[in-house]
Every structure is written in structure tokens, then in C-alpha cells.
């Protein structure tokens, strides 16, 4: 279970001391503000994933992925911080965290980018 395996090695990193340091799990991602938020309830929108998510950090963009042809969530997204420290503490303290009775699962996205019809639309605008 990735949820499990994310809190056993932040409590590694506890008792080590190595949290917050350049030995830290999260170092590698520390040039990446993008988040990758799972797990979420189908109902959820936009404005709710940013309203939860904000509590760790001004968010910069979210990109709730959602089916094409219906256009209902797919229970995914992802979050981009203002700060790459805000996706850290998004990691640690939301893994797991119970909303609508689902756990959510979120991770460090180390290269974000846009789906091909998003980069599409954004080239067509300039």
C-alpha cells in the first residue's frame, strides 16, 4: 500500500533526523511544485481539491482530470503550489487523510506536464 509505505518512511526520516534535510526522500523533488492528488471522490470539483489543498500553500493551477466525452471527474488531479515547500507538507500531511470516506493519496510530480489537448489550446490562445 503506497499510503503506508509514504508514513513509514517519513517516520524513518523522523527518528533518523534526516527530515527536511538533502538526505530526505523529498529532495529530489524539491525543483517541482506539482502535486499529484488521488483517490478523490468523483463529486468532487475543482473548488473543493483547491480548497482542501490550500491549506499547505497558495495554489498556483490545478488540473482536475476529467473524461472527455462526459466530463465527470476521474478522481485525479493535480495541484501546483507557489512553493515546491508547500508540496512537501501537501505529501506528508495528506497521505491517507480521509475525505468522504476515501484516503487520499498524493505524491511529488517530478515533471508536470500538460495533457496534449491543454498544450494544444494554450498554443492555439498565443
Not at 533518523?16 to 488521488?38: D, F, L, N
Not at 468532487?44 to 488540473?63: A, Y
Not at 512553493?83 to 500531511?93: E, I, Q
Amino acid at each position: 500500500n503506497t499510503i503506508r509505505e509514504v508514513e513509514k518512511i517519513n517516520q524513518e526520516e523522523l527518528e533518523r533526523g534526516i527530515a527536511g534535510t538533502p538526505a530526505s526522500w523529498h529532495a529530489q523533488y524539491s525543483q517541482s511544485a506539482w502535486c499529484y492528488v488521488g483517490n478523490l471522490d468523483h463529486q468532487l470539483t475543482e473548488g473543493d481539491v483547491l480548497c482542501i489543498m490550500s491549506q499547505f500553500g497558495e495554489i498556483e493551477d490545478i488540473h482536475l482530470v476529467r473524461d472527455e466525452d462526459e466530463g465527470k471527474s476521474r478522481g485525479f488531479g493535480f495541484v501546483k503550489y507557489e512553493d515546491a515547500r508547500s508540496c512537501v507538507l501537501a505529501v506528508d500531511n495528506f497521505v491517507g487523510t480521509q475525505i468522504l470516506g476515501r484516503s487520499l493519496r498524493v505524491d511529488h510530480v517530478e515533471q508536470y506536464r500538460l495533457p496534449k489537448k491543454l498544450q494544444e489550446q494554450e498554443q492555439e490562445q498565443e
